[in-house]
């Protein structure tokens, strides 16, 4: 129960923060469009240059070139994916720092660390597509193995966007200062990033408990525009927050960033919030 207190605490101190610059909501949903639409050339291409059906159950036979389109798209929608994300926690910083965020600056803070952040997105992409591949021809087991390998790689690399495009360092600078973070504020799990995923859930159970009744009258009467209008609106609300908690999750990765590397309290947290959340080895947080 503790811990849950917290996670509600940290989330409502991150809405806080994000209230006042809440057209930053915006990120996300466009991070999303543009990747799709950067991702749907190489797409098309991978299936252009595919052989076709021939394997025996009838599935797509992939030739090497259609992998390395796909294996650049991939790389192409996740440099988008943290151009955004970097966009969302500079502007968290400028707020948390006295200033006064806005679209248009958060977009240019991220265009001055366009080229900074190229390496990450292809680490990520690299690790993520190995990932996916181990556990794709694992068995029950290894899967389990896997996904704790992925999880323990998502901790230990929580903190390397706001390391990367804050303190304006290297990539592997910013992996060995994220890891070393992460060894003193390990604790009873990432509480806030939990909490925002618990409101993120609940919001999505209250939009379906709207729409779902829409959806089931509409089916059970053969309305179909009534279906049409349940279901676009189930999709909207879940596209909101998403968003949202996006949003919400940068706010807080630069606060545990500030927290933790630079050891200051960040606007719109207090001490108890953060240190009960990311109890370090010592007791207290820590410094650079």
């Known amino acids: 129960m503790g811990t849950l207190r917290r996670s509600f605490a940290l989330f409502s101190a991150s809405w806080a923060v994000l209230r006042q610059d ?13 990747s799709g639409v950067a991702i749907a050339p190489f797409l098309i291409g991978a299936f252009l240059a595919s052989p076709g059906a021939s394997e025996s159950d009838g599935s797509v036979s992939l030739s090497i070139g ?16 943290i151009f955004f994300q970097s966009a969302l926690v500079l502007a968290a ?8 965020p806005t679209l248009a600056s958060a977009l240019s803070m991220a265009g001055r660390n366009a080229g900074r952040i190229l390496p990450w997105a292809i680490i990520s992409a690299t690790v993520s597509v190995v990932l ?11 899967r389990i193995v896997v996904g704790l390998v992925g999880l323990a790689w998502t901790l230990v690399t929580m903190l390397v966007l706001p390391i990367l495009v804050i303190e304006e360092v290297g990539v592997g600078d910013a992996l060995k200062r994220s890891a070393s973070a992460f060894k003193r504020t390990w604790g009873e799990n990432v509480v806030g990033n939990g909490g925002i995923g618990i409101v993120g859930m609940l919001l999505f159970l209250l939009g379906l408990l709207v729409a779902g009744p829409i959806i089931a009258i509409g089916a059970t009467n053969s309305n179909t525009p009534l279906v049409v209008v349940g279901v676009v609106l189930l999709v909207i609300w879940t596209v909101l927050v998403s968003a949202f908690a996006s949003a919400l999750s940068a706010v807080f990765r630069t606060a545990l960033y500030r927290f933790a590397v630079l050891g200051e309290e960040p606007g719109g947290f207090t001490h108890e919030m953060v240190a009960g959340a990311f109890r370090t080895k010592t007791g207290r947080g820590a410094s650079a």
């Open 93 to 100: 910083n400028d707020r948390m720092t006295g200033g006064n």
């Open 66 to 81: 259609s992998w390395v389109l796909l294996l650049l798209g991939y790389v192409v929608s996740a440099y988008v994916t």
């Open 22 to 34: 809440k057209e930053l909501v915006l990120l996300p949903v466009v991070a999303a469009i543009a």
């Open 132 to 142: 996916q591949a181990i556990q794709e021809r694992a068995g029950f087991i290894g």
